[in-house]
């Protein structure tokens, strides 16, 4: 018998990681301390006709999210042959009775959604198949408004913009924010560390149970500049102790790769429109942002595209030299390389990005083999605050050429970036003694709707949501009007 218990569940998580055609994978648990793990739980997926399909969580299936910190625990679980294009929803369920009895009692504790990859582009007529496109999310003064505005057109917004996936590019998490972070304690470190995921998942909560959710992290999933900890800034300087950096860097990378479960470069594809998600963050060293194999399986799929082709990556890649801290031109062997592989077929490539704190929509040529890059920059969902906030930014629209003359691959010509304020995420004032002490852009997120055109290409419509301001009707305010463009 499953009960609805009058009991607070909003401490237990459940986040739709992955879906393909005909799978799922599901993550489950909690990331607070103060929980029990059930001794008895389950995953249960219903299909549309109510069918429903119980996967059993026993107490050796709970695992650590933290590899040293022991009271929060998750598990994941994964389901197969299921049908594409095919709207299916999961419970997360505990057996609430710790004393077997002939009845056995289960709470539900979390309730999730989510579509499988369609099996073909939709033409017109059908809903497009959408993706959400959000980056660097500040707990404080956000209060559950970037989830609610997704939740709210995820379930009720116009089919066009109703997200089938995800994607999440960077600083989900802000783990080096704020003076506590100067402990010298590994196991306040850690706690530090598992306690910001907790705060962040709690309030992201609405967004990672409705569609699949791919993460890739940024700097901040770390600290500033990650890896590299020459930078000056004060709450940061405790990092140059190689003991408090070894054991935040494993607390940091256990949230990454346990939780988050960033791909290294993952690939999927519809029809001809390839997606590739690549982490240009967690493996960098002074010469490379990603490993020579991982860099090689990125390339190949730029190579090898049929069609257009999508890469999502924690940084932009239109970008000039900057003196402060890396960017993928600190790179300039592979930066280079990375540019003569997209513009290898020919096709177009859409680059979604996040990390420099201004939305943004900016479109350019991609080498001499004919094709363009449309680059969709989404960030902030939320904005950092009072001392914090000089970190806010507004759209660079006057971007120079690109590439850039230093890294111009044999045989390009860098050519103009066109952007403007008509594809640029509005900006609120600042006011020096407030929460925001800088002009900021305005918090939100974006939704990229593919569809096959009459031409036999791909149609791409892109729309940014204001997730602090509502309509009449209670949905997400449209920031600026639908950029729109073909792609081949």
């Not at 490379?288 to 257009?308: E, H, I």
């Not at 969902?381 to 120079?400: I, R």
Request: hydrophobic share 35%.
């Amino acid at each position: 018998m499953t009960l609805s218990l009058n009991t607070s569940k909003g401490m237990w998580s459940l986040a739709v990681l992955r879906v393909s055609q005909t799978t799922a994978k599901v993550w489950v648990g909690t990331l607070f301390h103060t929980l029990r793990k059930p001794e008895q739980a389950c995953v249960e997926l219903i299909h549309p006709d109510g069918t429903r399909i119980r996967k059993d969580i026993v107490s050796k299936d709970w695992q650590r999210p933290f590899r040293y910190v022991y009271q929060r625990f998750y598990t994941t679980v994964e389901f197969e042959d299921l049908e594409p294009g095919t709207h299916y929803e999961v419970e997360f369920i505990r057996r609430t009775d710790s004393i077997y009895r002939d009845i056995e009692e289960w709470q539900v504790l979390r309730h999730g959604q989510f579509d499988t990859l369609p099996a073909s582009l939709p033409v017109a007529g059908e809903r497009p198949f959408t993706v959400a496109l959000g980056s660097c999310f500040y707990a404080h003064r956000d209060g559950g408004q970037a989830a609610g505005s997704y939740r709210a057109l995820y379930e009720r917004g116009p089919q066009y913009a109703r997200p089938h996936v995800t994607f999440l590019t960077g600083d989900q998490v802000y783990l080096d924010i704020g003076f506590d972070s100067l402990s010298f304690v590994r196991s306040e470190i850690r706690e530090r560390v598992a306690d910001d995921y907790a705060q962040h998942w709690q309030l992201l909560g609405s967004i990672l149970s409705r569609g699949a959710t791919w993460m890739l992290p940024d700097d901040h999933e770390y600290w500033n500049d990650y890896p590299f900890y020459d930078s000056l800034i004060p709450t940061l300087l405790a990092l140059k102790i190689d003991d408090v950096r070894q054991t935040w860097t494993k607390a940091s990378e256990d949230g990454v790769r346990r939780i988050q479960q960033s791909p290294r470069v993952e690939t999927f594809s519809i029809d001809e429109l390839s997606f590739c998600m690549a982490d240009l963050r967690s493996y960098r060293d002074d010469e490379r942002f990603l490993p020579d194999a991982d860099f090689k399986k990125l390339t190949n799929w730029a190579r090898g595209l049929k069609g257009p082709g999508v890469l999502v990556i924690p940084q932009p890649l239109i970008v000039a030299p900057n003196p402060l801290e890396r960017n993928l031109l600190s790179y300039r062997g592979q930066y280079s390389r990375l540019l003569e592989a997209l513009g290898h077929s020919g096709h177009d490539i859409v680059v979604m990005s996040g990390d420099v704190h201004f939305g943004r929509i900016a479109t350019t040529s991609l080498g001499p083999n004919g094709g363009k890059l449309v680059e969709v920059i989404a960030s902030p969902l939320s904005n950092l605050t009072f001392l914090d906030g000089v970190a806010t930014s507004t759209p660079e629209l006057q971007p120079g050429p690109f590439p850039h003359a230093s890294v111009r691959p044999s045989g390009w010509s860098s050519a103009p970036v066109q952007c403007s304020d008509a594809s640029a995420v509005s900006v609120r004032n600042g006011w020096l003694l407030s929460a925001y002490p800088r002009d900021r852009t305005t918090e939100h997120f974006m939704t990229a709707a593919f569809q096959r055109n009459t031409a036999g290409g791909v149609s791409l419509k892109v729309d940014a949501w204001r997730v602090r301001d509502r309509d009449d009707a209670n949905l997400p305010k449209r920031d600026f009007a639908t950029f729109d463009v073909s792609l081949t």
